[in-house]
Each structure stands twice: as structure tokens, then as C-alpha cells.
């Protein structure tokens, strides 16, 4: 079983940064890609940006150049750097992981595809 807590959510006014975390417990073994997703009210769950076991980063036509991902060297927790910040950016974010082979991290940004989640950090941008 895998365990997972967001942390770092807040109000910000745009243009502004924030950096979120994922703390992982239980089975946070390397075999494991992570991602974040968010909705906002009223809008399904989307990818925002994934690390996968190569450490190879992906992230979604809205957020790239302005949101970095990364996992500590131990593999058990996952950041998000937000900079820049827009009104539309403003979403419940979710830490998300599952098991995936060296390479095979396919499909990231499909809530469906994922097994584990954490409780969600809630991010508002004032424009």
C-alpha cells in the first residue's frame, strides 16, 4: 500500500509562485511513477505533470515553462514549482502514483490510469 500527503496549497494573487509537496509512505519502492493532477469546480481531473522512473519529467501544454516537477533522491517525495501563476491555475491539486516499468510511463495524464492518490492541496490565484 502507498500512502500519499499533499502540502503547500494557498492563496496567491498571479504572476506569484507557490511550491507544492508529496510525502510518500508505505511501498514508495523506485518502481513507482508519480504525478500531479488538479480540478478545478465544476471541471474534471486533469494532468498537470508527471516524473516517471527515469526521472523523466512531463507536463501539460498549459503549465509547461511555468510548473517544474521533481522527486528528492530518495524517490518518496514529489514537488511541484509553480511559477507565474494565472486566475486559471486555481484547483484542488492531487498527488498521484503507480507502479510503471523504466520507460513505460504511458497514458500520465489519464486520472484513470493511476492507483494511488493523496487527499488534495487546494491552490486559488487571484487575478
Known amino acids: 500500500q502507498v500512502q500519499l500527503a499533499e502540502s503547500g496549497g494557498g492563496s496567491v494573487q498571479a504572476g506569484g509562485s507557490l511550491r507544492l509537496s508529496c510525502a510518500g509512505s508505505g511501498d514508495t519502492s523506485s518502481r513507482f511513477c508519480m504525478a500531479w493532477f488538479r480540478q478545478a469546480a465544476g471541471k474534471g481531473r486533469e494532468g498537470v505533470a508527471t516524473?516517471?522512473?527515469?526521472?523523466?519529467?512531463q507536463y501539460a501544454d498549459s503549465v509547461k515553462g511555468r510548473f517544474t516537477a521533481s522527486k528528492d533522491n530518495a524517490g518518496n517525495t514529489l514537488y511541484l514549482e509553480m511559477n507565474n501563476l494565472k486566475a486559471e491555475d486555481s484547483a484542488m491539486y492531487y498527488c498521484?502514483?503507480?507502479?510503471?516499468?523504466?520507460?513505460?510511463?504511458?497514458?500520465?495524464?489519464?486520472?484513470?490510469?493511476?492507483?494511488?492518490w493523496g487527499q488534495g492541496t487546494q491552490v486559488t490565484v487571484s487575478s
Open positions: 516524473v516517471g522512473r527515469d526521472t523523466i519529467t
Open positions: 498521484a502514483s503507480r507502479y510503471c516499468a523504466t520507460g513505460g510511463n504511458h497514458n500520465w495524464s489519464n486520472y484513470l490510469n493511476w492507483e494511488y
